[in-house]
């Protein structure tokens, strides 16, 4: 099993960062997918970034130049920057991991932009 545990959200203004991180643990290849979701109130959830093992990133149009994903393998830990951050921003913030043909999430952080 594989258990993930987000942290680093907050309130924030308008124009502020934040940076989150989102630590594994349990039964983890090292070769394997992580990306970053949020869900805003009443809408679906929107995948946000992906970092593989290797350190190949992609983005959603939305957060590029602004959000900046890394990873640390030795500490099996994702984090995610975020720059500029305005208030369709604010959601729930969740990361995953993919690995041999399962999929593991956590539980989520908050993140809400506003003055």
């Known amino acids: 099993q594989v258990q993930l545990v987000e942290s680093g959200g907050g309130l924030v203004q308008p124009g502020g960062s934040l940076s989150l991180s989102c630590a594994a643990s349990?039964?983890?290849?090292?070769?394997?997918?992580m990306r970053w979701y949020r869900q805003a109130p009443g809408k679906q959830r929107e995948w946000v970034a992906t970092?593989?093992?290797?350190?190949?990133?992609n983005y959603v149009a939305s957060v590029k130049g602004r959000f900046t994903i890394s990873r640390d393998n030795a500490k099996n830990t994702i984090y995610l920057q975020m720059n500029d951050l305005k208030p369709e921003d604010t959601a729930v913030y969740s990361c995953?991991?993919?690995?041999?043909?399962?999929?593991?999430w956590g539980r989520g952080t908050q993140v809400t932009v506003s003055s």
């Open positions: 995953n991991l993919e690995s041999r043909g399962s999929i593991y």
């Open positions: 349990g039964s983890i290849f090292s070769i394997n997918v």
């Open positions: 970092i593989t093992n290797t350190g190949r990133t």
